[in-house]
């Protein structure tokens, strides 16, 4: 591998790593509903109503997963087909992800902590990734491709919250203690913060002549 070619790994493999944590998580959680776990204030809801969680899990892990090779610049200019395929199957995965967010965040029974101002970030956040799911696959309906990247790389970026809400949470933890409810509020909102802040700090650094929409004829379904 030439040393052009591993730089152009070093992104998705990043992205995987941010969500190696989250990842890990979720399939101890699915063990436990799976395996029939004591019941706990923290599981209590998930072992009542299992599926949202479940979905949310599965969909979240493979769009997070998935989603780091669309970074792989030699896939989207060599293999354009794995490419659009590949956003063909994220933009449903992520539709999952964020739509079962919102409905964990409304039904479900939050426990005391989660509430409030937790609730209300996480409610902005999962809509604006559904949106902007929307909107990418808008965008390339209209042969917009500099927009539907925009607009993809932004629902990643949020997708990819939980994995860069383990940094932000792990200095307050080790050097403070566990936060306290608006703390925590806090600190998960700047997870998502920083993801959205460097989303748009790649966005506006790509090349000017992405910007331009290409022509119909040398689009064709979806990126």
Known sequence: ?????????????????LSAVPLAAGAVRVGELAGGAQ?????????ASPAPVVLHIISSGLYCVLGAFQFVPGIRRRRIGWHRTAGRLL????????LSGLWMTVFYAIPEGDTGLLTVIRLVFGTAMALSLVLGLAAVR???IA???????????IGLGAGTQVLTHLPWTLFI????????AMLMGAGWVVNV??????????PAGSARPR???????TR
Request: cysteine-free; charged content about 25%; proline content about 7%.
């Open 142 to 144: 209209r042969r917009d």
């Open 197 to 206: 802040a460097v989303a748009e700090w790649v966005i506006r650094g790509r």
């Open 39 to 47: 019941i706990t204030p923290d599981n209590a809801r998930f072992l």
């Open 147 to 157: 927009r539907h990247g925009a607009w993809m790389i932004r629902g990643y970026a």
């Open 177 to 184: 203690g566990t936060p306290g409810e608006f703390s925590r």
């Open 1 to 17: 591998m030439t040393s052009s070619s591993r730089r152009e790994w070093l992104i998705p493999t990043l992205l995987i790593l």
């Open 215 to 221: 022509p119909a004829s040398r689009v064709e379904g």
């Open 91 to 98: 933009v449903p995965l992520g539709l999952a992800a964020a």
